[in-house]
């Protein structure tokens, strides 16, 4: 009977196999994404084409993503409208207090985030700067990562941009959280030792078991999953992905999934904001 340790390279060498496989499985329509990418905006980029997960999804998905009345995440972002005018905490002020209209206050700013917060001398990404606004103008508490408010207000902020390309920065003070990302991703983790890497730039466009692998790209975060019935942040999604090579995972808005977060987005500049988008 074979070791432990060689057990555990049997699987992933098996997982790995199973993802070069070229056939749609069970004779479904194999996604057409090639010609749906747009140029890299850097020349480190490791891609010949940026292709949103939309187009690695089936024509049904992309069909329920595009109708506002039919996808399901956007009773978040009714939820989060909602959230942007209730008045709550110490300081008797809403969102709408300071921002006015997110229509118009909150266009194009999701886009560029994480971003580098001078106070605390770290980049912070949407989630964060929610609770900093609740704890610091509003004397509200924060709320909890993974909570249905702080995700449809995440979600409500996101939708402001919807359409308008990913636009994060990652020179200045910004230089080693993309580095840090950067090799977080590149990082072999788990008892399947699989890295970001090994599906959604190597195998991306390809089968694993039944789903097909996409590059892995956050424009469209937090995003609707079929799979779970519910809107699921980044972070949650990072998370589940180091589960899945059974490696114990980061923490959510740790600073390990912010440098992540960070480089990934990086990865998609210039693709259009999409959230609520819809994923399996």
């Not at 997110?102 to 609770?131: C, F, H």
């Not at 090994?198 to 609707?224: I, M, T, W």
């Amino acid at each position: 009977m074979p070791s432990v340790p060689l057990r555990v390279a049997l699987a992933a060498a098996v997982i790995l196999a199973s993802a070069v496989a070229p056939q749609a499985q069970d004779g479904a329509e194999r996604p057409a994404w090639q010609g749906h990418g747009i140029k890299p905006q850097s020349p480190d980029s490791p891609f010949d084409q940026v292709v949103s997960g939309l187009y690695f999804r089936s024509k049904e998905t992309q069909a329920m993503q595009a109708d506002d009345f039919n996808n399901p995440g956007f009773l978040a972002v009714e939820q989060g409208e909602e959230l942007w005018s209730k008045v709550d905490g110490a300081a008797g002020k809403s969102c709408a207090s300071c921002h006015n209209e997110a229509a118009t206050s909150m266009k194009g700013v999701a886009a560029a985030y994480p971003k580098w917060n001078e106070k605390l001398s770290k980049p912070v990404n949407l989630e964060q700067r929610i609770d900093l606004c609740r704890k610091g103008a509003m004397k509200a508490e924060p709320y909890a990562f993974g909570s249905p408010e702080l995700t449809a207000m995440t979600t409500y902020l996101r939708n402001q941009s919807r359409g308008m390309p990913v636009a994060v920065k990652v020179d200045g003070p910004m230089t080693p959280w993309f580095e840090r990302g950067k090799a977080l991703y590149y990082q072999r983790n788990g008892q399947l030792d699989l890295a970001c890497a090994n599906c959604h730039e190597k195998n991306h466009g390809k089968y694993l078991r039944a789903d097909f692998l996409s590059q892995g790209q956050s424009n469209g975060f937090p995003v609707y999953r079929l799979r779970d019935q519910r809107l699921v942040p980044l972070h949650e999604r990072m998370e589940g992905c180091m589960q899945d090579v059974r490696a114990t995972p980061f923490k959510p808005l740790s600073d390990e999934f912010l440098a992540l977060e960070t480089y990934v987005a990086w990865r998609g500049l210039g693709l259009p904001v999409e959230t609520p988008a819809v994923r399996n």
